[in-house]
């Protein structure tokens, strides 16, 4: 009866009719209609219907296959299909030892069927890479290629090409990455697949901004957002959004980057992808971090930390280590921070993930160094840097020199600092794009160059201050815009250096001048401090950056200008 009610719409309540030809005892139509309504189930992310179809799919087939109505190997055949499906649900829901068992009956099953052994062994070669096990991940996606080759099919060649550049992304051969994502591409276009071809471009954006190339990143990340909601794929278009996050954080658009991964946060909870939860999890707490919110940082970081031993995935458990090992860092308490770092470094080294080994490398350089031990903090930074120079990685191979510098010029290595520091810099000026850590390189050179005497300290100091106001300038709320820039501690610093307030005697002086006429409220007297430090170094004083140098509103600036401006100390601002 409801066959006929839905005769036109069958697919939309295929679900219902799986119900319903299993309490009617029509055990066929049941295991039909299941498997349709699960295969829906899996791609809209209904995880827990999508149980329920599985369960219910399979013991339709075990009383079809008492009743003696259906062939074994035909019965084998929707259970094959029943058991792939749930697989994916298992693989988003982190439920690994589930996924393990079905993935040994789905090999059990797919004996003598190329093409059944072929995707038997990609869902056991995704299971191994996501617990880390690249080289048994990459051997069963090769396997898998081999015989989607033979089989002349194209879209299991591409799912084969994708898993190895997985692999080889997961292990720092980002290179090679781009190389598989290009085949996966091409293969997804050939075939029309607008689905799979979405999810190919963020991969190759992912691969391209690992290499720096952040414009290419842009336009991959932009073209699977726009399909993935195309297609209405939820999980795709959690993924792009995070990537389109990660771009702008890089490119230092902190509230463009934090809205970003917070609507990708939304869909993943929404989807129950919890893999995914912690990792954007991570990169939230990143950005509260660099935007000085070391305590939202802290409880995004232990929410992610959580997730992961959960999970059981051992890159999501060293990615949390890691961030509250720099969250720790930034608080001073080195040694938490150096307990964190060496925890996801072990796990690091036993993944064989190179460029994530040697970012501990580098930040266990830059902890000893905080804590004076700068000749141990070299030994850590060489040994990142030569890893990072084998990978071709420039942004964390110029990192990794900028920070030596530093180590080597508190030694009173002087020569070396130099060498080390104008290397990270060449480094970077081969590039076109800005980079999350050009601040820094250009304040570490200005660092250098005054320790050498040589008045282009002041042109680096510049670029340093100019690209860290740029930033801050993007932050539309003024108290994280305050937060920014005064308590992060290498803003601070940069700002006091700048203004001039590391120099006692300049802003000594322009505090009694300002004394003198009678100058005492604390606004007008700060915001005539920095007026006259920028007017000392010929620069022009515009009340836009005096709000943003200050962190005063505009009304308060203005008035501070008037009255500095009545007593003569000041010509009358823009």
Same mark, same amino acid.
């Given at each position: 009866?409801?066959?006929?009610?839905?005769?036109?719409?069958?697919?939309?309540?295929?679900?219902?009719?799986?119900?319903?030809?299993? =309490?009617?005892?029509? /055990?066929?139509?049941?295991?039909?209609?299941? *498997?349709? !309504?699960?295969?829906?189930?899996?791609?809209?992310?209904?995880? =827990?219907?999508? @149980?329920?179809?599985?369960?219910?799919?399979?013991?339709?087939?075990?009383? *079809?296959?008492?009743?003696?109505?259906?062939?074994?190997?035909?019965?084998?055949?929707?259970?094959?299909?029943?058991?792939?499906?749930?697989?994916?649900?298992?693989?988003?829901?982190?439920?690994?030892?589930?996924?393990?068992?079905?993935?040994?009956?789905?090999?059990?099953?797919?004996?003598?069927? $190329?093409?059944?052994?072929?995707? !038997?062994?990609?869902?056991?070669?995704?299971? =191994? /890479?996501?617990?880390?096990?690249?080289?048994?991940?990459?051997?069963?996606?090769?396997?898998?290629?081999?015989?989607?080759?033979?089989?002349?099919?194209?879209? %299991?060649?591409?799912?084969?090409?994708?898993?190895?550049?997985?692999?080889? /992304?997961?292990?720092?051969?980002?290179?090679?990455?781009?190389?598989?994502?290009?085949?996966?591409?091409?293969?997804?276009?050939?075939?029309?697949?607008?689905?799979?071809?979405?999810?190919?471009? %963020?991969?190759? %954006?992912?691969?391209?901004?690992? *290499?720096?190339?952040?414009?290419?990143? @842009?336009? #991959?990340?932009?073209?699977?957002?726009?399909?993935?909601?195309?297609?209405?794929?939820?999980?795709?278009?959690?993924?792009?959004?995070?990537?389109?996050?990660?771009?702008?954080?890089?490119?230092?658009?902190?509230?463009?980057?934090?809205?970003?991964?917070?609507?990708?946060?939304?869909?993943?909870?929404?989807?129950?992808?919890?893999?995914?939860?912690?990792?954007?999890?991570?990169?939230?707490?990143?950005?509260?971090?660099?935007?000085? +919110?070391?305590?939202?940082?802290?409880?995004?970081?232990?929410?992610?930390?959580?997730?992961?031993?959960?999970?059981?995935? $051992?890159?999501?458990?060293?990615?949390?280590?890691?961030?509250?090992?720099?969250?720790?860092?930034?608080?001073?308490?080195?040694?938490?921070?150096?307990?964190?770092?060496?925890?996801?470094?072990?796990?690091?080294?036993?993944?064989?993930?190179?460029?994530?080994?040697?970012?501990?490398?580098?930040?266990?350089?830059?902890? /000893?160094?905080?804590?004076?031990? =700068?000749?141990?903090?070299?030994?850590?930074?060489?040994?990142?840097?030569?890893?990072?120079?084998?990978?071709?990685?420039?942004?964390?191979?110029?990192?990794?020199?900028?920070? +030596?510098?530093?180590?080597?010029?508190?030694?009173?290595?002087?020569?070396?600092?130099?060498?080390?520091?104008?290397?990270?810099?060449? @480094?970077?000026?081969?590039?076109?794009?800005?980079?999350?850590?050009?601040?820094?390189?250009?304040?570490?050179?200005?660092?250098?160059?005054?320790?050498?005497?040589?008045? +282009?300290?002041?042109?680096?100091? +510049?670029?340093?201050?100019?690209?860290?106001?740029?930033?801050?300038?993007?932050?539309?709320?003024?108290?994280?815009?305050?937060?920014?820039?005064?308590?992060?501690?290498?803003?601070?610093?940069?700002?006091?250096?700048?203004?001039?307030?590391?120099?006692? $005697?300049?802003?000594?002086?322009?505090?009694?001048?300002?004394?003198?006429?009678?100058?005492?409220?604390?606004?007008?007297?700060?915001?005539?401090?920095?007026?006259?430090?920028?007017?000392?170094?010929?620069?022009?004083?515009?009340?836009?950056?005096?709000?943003?140098?200050?962190?005063?509103?505009?009304?308060?600036?203005?008035?501070?200008?008037?009255?500095? #401006?009545?007593?003569?100390?000041?010509?009358?601002? !823009?």
């Amino acid at each position: 009866a409801l066959e006929a009610i839905y005769a036109d719409q069958r697919e939309a309540h295929a679900a219902l009719l799986a119900w319903h030809a299993y =309490h009617a005892g029509l /055990w066929q139509e049941a295991v039909e209609y299941a *498997l349709h !309504a699960l295969t829906r189930a899996v791609r809209e992310y209904h995880h =827990h219907e999508g @149980l329920e179809l599985a369960r219910l799919g399979w013991e339709a087939a075990q009383k *079809l296959e008492e009743s003696g109505q259906a062939p074994g190997d035909a019965l084998n055949e929707r259970r094959f299909e029943l058991l792939a499906q749930r697989v994916e649900i298992h693989n988003t829901l982190g439920r690994h030892e589930e996924q393990e068992r079905d993935i040994a009956e789905l090999e059990r099953l797919a004996a003598g069927d $190329p093409a059944k052994r072929a995707l !038997a062994l990609l869902k056991r070669g995704v299971l =191994h /890479w996501k617990l880390g096990a690249y080289a048994h991940a990459a051997q069963a996606a090769c396997q898998a290629r081999d015989l989607y080759d033979q089989l002349g099919d194209l879209a %299991g060649q591409a799912n084969a090409l994708n898993l190895l550049g997985n692999t080889a /992304w997961a292990q720092g051969d980002y290179a090679q990455a781009v190389r598989h994502y290009e085949g996966v591409l091409a293969l997804r276009r050939r075939l029309g697949d607008r689905r799979g071809e979405g999810p190919a471009w %963020g991969n190759l %954006g992912a691969a391209s901004y690992k *290499l720096g190339r952040y414009t290419e990143a @842009l336009r #991959c990340h932009q073209q699977n957002l726009q399909i993935s909601r195309e297609v209405g794929d939820r999980r795709s278009e959690a993924v792009s959004l995070s990537n389109l996050g990660s771009v702008s954080l890089s490119l230092g658009n902190y509230s463009e980057a934090l809205r970003y991964h917070q609507q990708a946060l939304a869909i993943r909870r929404e989807i129950g992808d919890r893999s995914g939860q912690a990792n954007t999890l991570g990169i939230i707490g990143h950005i509260h971090a660099s935007l000085g +919110q070391y305590t939202q940082a802290r409880r995004c970081h232990q929410e992610a930390l959580r997730l992961a031993h959960q999970l059981g995935e $051992p890159r999501g458990l060293a990615i949390a280590l890691s961030n509250l090992g720099h969250t720790c860092f930034e608080l001073g308490d080195f040694e938490s921070a150096r307990r964190f770092y060496e925890q996801s470094r072990e796990i690091y080294r036993g993944l064989g993930a190179r460029l994530e080994h040697g970012l501990k490398l580098y930040d266990l350089g830059n902890l /000893w160094s905080a804590r004076g031990e =700068h000749q141990r903090a070299l030994e850590l930074l060489m040994q990142a840097e030569a890893l990072f120079a084998a990978l071709g990685t420039a942004v964390e191979h110029a990192m990794a020199l900028s920070a +030596q510098a530093m180590a080597h010029l508190a030694l009173g290595h002087l020569q070396e600092a130099l060498a080390s520091s104008s290397a990270a810099l060449a @480094l970077l000026e081969q590039r076109t794009e800005v980079c999350e850590h050009q601040v820094e390189i250009f304040f570490h050179h200005s660092q250098v160059l005054r320790a050498h005497g040589d008045p +282009q300290a002041q042109e680096y100091l +510049q670029r340093a201050y100019d690209e860290l106001m740029r930033r801050a300038n993007t932050i539309p709320q003024r108290r994280l815009r305050r937060s920014f820039l005064h308590d992060v501690a290498l803003h601070r610093e940069i700002i006091e250096i700048y203004h001039g307030q590391a120099e006692l $005697p300049l802003k000594e002086k322009l505090r009694e001048r300002l004394q003198r006429a009678g100058v005492a409220s604390e606004s007008v007297q700060r915001v005539g401090e920095v007026a006259l430090a920028l007017a000392q170094r010929g620069e022009p004083i515009t009340a836009e950056k005096l709000c943003a140098l200050t962190d005063y509103s505009r009304p308060t600036v203005n008035a501070a200008l008037r009255e500095l #401006c009545r007593r003569r100390l000041l010509a009358p601002v !823009a």
